[in-house]
């Protein structure tokens, strides 16, 4: 098994947590960035990665004042886009948009919410694959990557760097400071290669209302 395979086969916070502190989710972040574009390690802090706390529930007590916590309003760094703005339900709208138009629904067995950020992360994964099946049949794999840019820019390339500039301004432990500075600059390198791949949104799109520009494959 790869080291990212080995990851998602922890499925208890104590594998999770030796995991952190054996360096083996650095290793992880560090290979794969370093495949996609050696430009994305600049600066990584890989010592960030590997630090969990002292005691064993420092992660999940800091993980629970970031993202799970908060008073009237949410969590202080909340998962969930469609809070990032004061139109969540047409925040969601849209999401489920997307995933129906390629044959997807959010599961509710466990919930799963259209606007979290795993939710999110998931689809642009889906997409990404979509896009690597076209090219291995000799397709065009245009519509995936004009679905990836548009869902990328008007969904998590959105509201993924106010999160990340919540998280430092929280002076959370190193850990989750590195993921978010990590994930906003992988977001913003795949956007800036998919607009360098199928060019700019039609103007207007880029806001979130428009229609999708793109289409299924036949």
């Known amino acids: 098994m790869s080291e ?38 600049e600066d990584l802090n890989a010592d960030a ?5 002292k005691a064993d529930d420092d992660l999940a ?3 629970t004042r970031l ?4 008073g009237s309003g949410g969590p202080s760094c909340s998962l969930w886009g469609g809070t990032y703005g004061d139109a969540r339900m047409k925040t969601m ?8 138009h390629f044959g997807l629904s959010v599961s509710e ?10 939710t999110q992360l ?16 000799g397709e065009d794999p245009g519509a995936f990557r004009r679905a990836q840019r548009d869902f990328l820019m008007r969904h998590p390339g959105k509201w993924i760097p106010t999160l990340s500039e919540r998280i430092q301004e929280q002076k959370a432990m ?26 700019k949104p039609p103007v207007g799109q880029s806001g979130g209302s428009a229609a999708p520009s793109f289409s299924m494959p036949s």
């Open 4 to 41: 990212e395979e080995n990851l998602k086969a922890l499925n208890t916070p104590e594998e999770q947590l030796e995991a952190i502190r054996a360096g083996e989710l650095a290793q992880a972040v560090q290979k794969v960035l370093g495949e996609i574009d050696a430009s994305l390690l």
């Open 49 to 53: 990665l590997s630090d969990s706390g």
């Open 61 to 63: 007590v800091e993980y």
């Open 67 to 70: 993202f799970d916590v908060g």
């Open 93 to 100: 709208e849209e999401a489920v948009r997307f995933y129906n």
């Open 109 to 118: 067995d466990p919930h799963e919410l259209p606007d979290h950020l795993t």
């Open 122 to 137: 998931e689809f642009l994964h889906y997409l990404a694959y979509r896009e690597t099946e076209a090219l291995q049949k």
């Open 174 to 199: 190193p850990l989750f400071v590195e993921i978010g500075e990590r994930l906003v600059a992988l977001l913003k390198h795949d956007q800036e290669h998919l607009v360098d791949l199928v060019g």
